[in-house]
């Protein structure tokens, strides 16, 4: 099994750029959600899905958009780039519910200029 | 709303001291908790996890952590650090509602000194 897999690993945008961050998993995972990583901040939400189909919003989800529509892909979106989403983002899965752990990709870095 | 808070953004030990990173969280009820290490340049990987039965929890690689509900605390140990330690460590509490929700704590970098 490849786990969990994120391209691009880095990517560099100019501010108003659109972008989709991509996120893959082969472990048959329900669970897929998406984090970013700030100095000093932890991790933070941005969406999460609990099955194709279904998404929602975590902590910071302004300025992204996610869709699920198979259970293995969950991309993130970036509608227009702002400085303000320079950041590592990564995708994590998970099998059913609450206590499970979470599997986490390697992660994207993203400048945005 | 649930938090959690990490006391000490860097900790620094020296090899073959006991490793002790703080985790404070903030919750209505008692949460799931979860610890994760993340090595340079790498995604996070669980050490341990707590979700009902014994407080005492035993990780990978050595690693440990009591859920003092009282102190709401779950602080994360190893008697004896080794260089491969080195490493972020983050504390993250998920709630009840079923959608597996991470908050996460600030993180802890930790040193080891030859």
């Known amino acids: 099994n490849a786990g969990v897999t994120q391209t691009p690993k880095f990517q560099v945008l100019k501010t108003g750029q659109s972008m989709t961050l991509q996120c893959a998993q082969d472990?048959?995972?329900?669970?897929m959600s998406w984090y970013r990583q700030d100095p000093g901040m932890g991790l933070r939400l941005i969406h999460y899905?609990?099955?194709?189909?279904?998404?929602d919003q975590g902590e910071v989800p302004n300025g992204y958009n996610v869709s699920r529509s198979t259970t293995e892909d969950f991309p993130l979106r970036l509608l227009s780039a702002a400085p303000s989403q320079t950041s590592v983002y990564f995708c994590?899965?998970?099998?059913?519910?609450?206590?499970?752990?979470?599997?986490f990709g390697p992660g994207t870095r993203l400048t945005v200029l | 709303a649930q938090s959690v808070t990490q006391l000490g953004s860097h900790v620094s030990v020296s090899e073959g001291a006991l490793v002790l990173l703080r985790c404070n969280y903030s919750?209505?009820?008692?949460?799931?908790l979860f610890w994760y290490v993340q090595y340079p340049n790498q995604g996070l990987q669980l050490l341990l996890k707590y979700t009902t039965g014994a407080t005492l929890v035993k990780g990978i690689n050595g690693f440990e952590a009591e859920f003092k509900k009282s102190e709401t605390s779950f602080h994360l140990t190893k008697p004896s650090a080794h260089m491969s330690d080195a490493a972020e460590y983050f504390c993250a509490v998920s709630d009840l509602t079923g959608a597996q929700k991470l908050v996460f704590g600030q993180g802890t970098r930790l040193t080891i000194n030859p």
């Open positions: 472990m048959n995972h329900e669970y």
């Open positions: 919750s209505s009820v008692p949460p799931y």
């Open positions: 994590a899965s998970s099998y059913g519910l609450g206590n499970n752990e979470q599997f």
């Open positions: 899905s609990v099955g194709a189909g279904i998404t």
